[in-house]
Nanobody
Framework: QVQLVESGGGLVKPGDSLRLSCAAS????????MGWFRQAPGKEREFVAAISRNGDSAYYGDSVKHRFTISRDYPKNTVYLQMDSLKPEDTAAYYC?????????????????????WGQGTQVTVSS
């Protein structure tokens, strides 16, 4: 497993941008596929975005497609989630997660059960 710490959350207005960071320690992040999930109060955890181990493939949930961008910085052992055109419905706790790069993950990157390392979460609130 890898230890993950998210940062960058906060209170923003609709239409604003925010960048979340996920810093890893322990195992080398480059051996993991990475993802972002979010959970709003009273709702189930929702897949947001994922990126492959070597960064050549990125995947997005329908609700954030064309607004959010996932990326990774190997020297810094960090994964980012750039969030643009934020909407009130994006309000949630955002979690970074790491997954062993297996065939199971490649076929099911949006399923939280394929991730074995999780951060503590960072709150994003979008409100006017």
């Amino acid at each position: 497993q890898v230890q993950l710490v998210e940062s960058g959350g906060g209170l923003v207005k609709p239409g604003d941008s925010l960048r979340l960071s996920c810093a890893a320690s322990g195992r080398i992040l480059s051996s993991y596929a990475m993802g972002w999930f979010r959970q709003a109060p009273g709702k189930e955890r929702e897949f947001v975005a994922a990126i492959s181990r070597n960064g050549d493939s990125a995947y997005y949930g329908d609700s954030v497609k064309h607004r959010f961008t996932i990326s990774r910085d190997y020297p810094k052992n960090t994964v980012y989630l750039q969030m643009d055109s934020l909407k009130p419905e994006d309000t949630a706790a955002y979690y970074c997660a790491g997954a062993p790069y297996t065939l199971g993950w490649r076929l099911n990157y949006s399923a939280s059960r394929y991730y074995d390392s999780w951060g503590q979460g960072t709150q994003v609130t979008v409100s006017s």
